[in-house]
Every structure is written in structure tokens, then in C-alpha cells.
């Protein structure tokens, strides 16, 4: 019985991999095709026939097989170590994602404090990387990132004490129950809005993305805390960019969206259509707003979102109590 629990769970880790894998192919593509829209251009059209479907694959062959090339002055062990330490907590963490109705690898209580938890040690892999690769703008790019990640980590927390304080639970499957009969909490009266706003901002930041890709900022760092990456290993870095865009999309949807609530198509059709709704307003936003300055980047944080943050909590306690 144990080995046939083990070989179950194998399987399921390797659908979702290739189901991961497959996805981050798709949105590359897809985010190129976006951006190019809202630039008047076409976008890849010619690999692979059909739009150009086939240009992502190519690009990650080519990547692949691309030399990989360690600065001399580089610490080369912690230089290899540290896309592995930002990939690998970024695959763990959809464990616990209810793609549809007991469809998840895992069902644990404390489900969204995990997510948090190993998700946070990308932060540490970014910094090695920064440092390790003995290039200043490496290292100015990576102490960037640790300080807009941890930064940022705090509202984005705190959006979601809302919504645990509502179910009364920490577990994924019971937060999607609570929500059952289009009860989302994004409708919430004020507190459900003010929520997912906070979550998708401080979302964005956590994922470097455009209007916070300071840590990349290639005018400034030539690409930041990765410039000194190449072939396999930048590959990771890019890869983990994607899962954690993702991954985000996944929770906004599980704790805000209902899940895979919804009429007549199965629940994993909901919940993946969901989620690519969310994704494309992160890339909608990307390709919309200019980058902010580093220190203004900090005071929205620390001076808005914090405090919205903390009064929303107290809203949502004076609606849990009275209303």
C-alpha cells in the first residue's frame, strides 16, 4: 500500500512538472503576442507555422544548448547553486494548488502558510546569485531584489488575513468550499476588493515584474542580480520568473475567485481559465506602465500598502463582528 501511495504521488508530480513546463511555454508565447498587440506589431508569426506557436520551443533549444560561461572571479559553487535554489522552491509550491475539485498533490492544513513559507526562500537564491557572480551590478541587483521582495511580502500577507479570518481556515480546499455558490470573497462589500488589489500589487513586486522590475532595471544594471547567467542556469531564473507569475494567478484565483467554481464546464476549466485572466492583467499591466523609481517603489509600499493593508484587517473584523 505504502509503495503504491509513493508511485501515485510520483505520477502526479510529473503530470504536474510537464503540465508546468508546457505552461510557461505557452505564456512566454502568449505575453509576446500581447506585448505585441498593444505595440501595433504582429509578434512572432513564422516557427512552427500558426502564429508563430513554435517560436518559444525554439528559443528554449537554443538556450539549452547555449556554452555556459562562469566569470573567472565568480564563487563557482554558490554561482551554480543559486538558480536551483530559486526554481526549485517555486515547483514545491504548487503542492498544494487546487487545480479543480480534489485535484490537488496535496491536501494540507496549513496549505497557504506553506505556499508562503517555501516560497520565501527564493529571496535567499537571489541574493547568493547577486553576490556570487562578482559583477557590482549583480550584486546591487540582487540586494535590490531581496529588499523589494521581503518589502513586499509583508502587504501581500496581510491582504490575505481577510480572507483566512472569513473561512476560518488555512487549507486551500476548505477556502474554495467556503466560497461555494458564487459566495467569491473578491465581492466581499469594500474588504474583498481591497484584498485582491493589495494581493495583485504586492504580487507584481514579488514577482519583478513591470512597474517594480527594479531589480532588473537593464538601463541601470544591465540585467541585474542574472546579468553573469548564460544557457541552462539562466534558464532557470527565467523559468521561476514564469511559475512564480503563475503560481500567484493560482492563489488569486483560489482565494479570491472561488476556485474552480462555476456552471456546466468541470472545475479545473474554471479555475485554469481563471487564472490565465489573471495572468494577462499581469502582463497587461507590464505592458502599460512605466517602471517606478527604486525609492518611490519603497514609500508605496511602506507608507500605502502597509497601512491600507492593517486598516483593511480592522474592516474586516468590524464586518466579521457586527455585520
Sequence with gaps: MVIYDIFITFVQVIIVLVFLIVTVLFLVWWERKISAHMQVRLGPMRTGGWHGWAQTIADAIKLFLKEDIVPECADKWLHLLAPVIVFIPAFLCYAVIPFGENLSVADIDLGI???????????????????????????????????????YEIPRILSIVPVLMSAESLNMNRIVKHQHNYHWFIFYPVVGIISFFIYLTSSIAETNRVPFDIPEAESELVSGYNTEYSGLKFAFFFLAEFLYMFLASCIATTLFLGGGNGPILPSSIWFLLKTYFIVFIFMWVRWTLPRLRVDRMMEFNWKFLIPLSFANILLAGFVLLFI
Excluded at 502558510?113 to 537564491?125: H, Q
Excluded at 547577486?130 to 549583480?138: A, I, L, M, R, V
Aim: overall charge positive; charged content about 5%.
Design 113 to 151: 502558510l506553506y505556499i508562503f513559507a517555501i516560497s520565501s526562500i527564493t529571496v535567499i537564491g537571489v541574493i547568493i546569485a547577486g553576490w556570487s557572480s562578482g559583477n557590482k551590478y549583480s550584486l546591487i541587483g540582487g540586494l535590490r531584489a531581496g529588499a523589494q521582495m521581503i518589502s
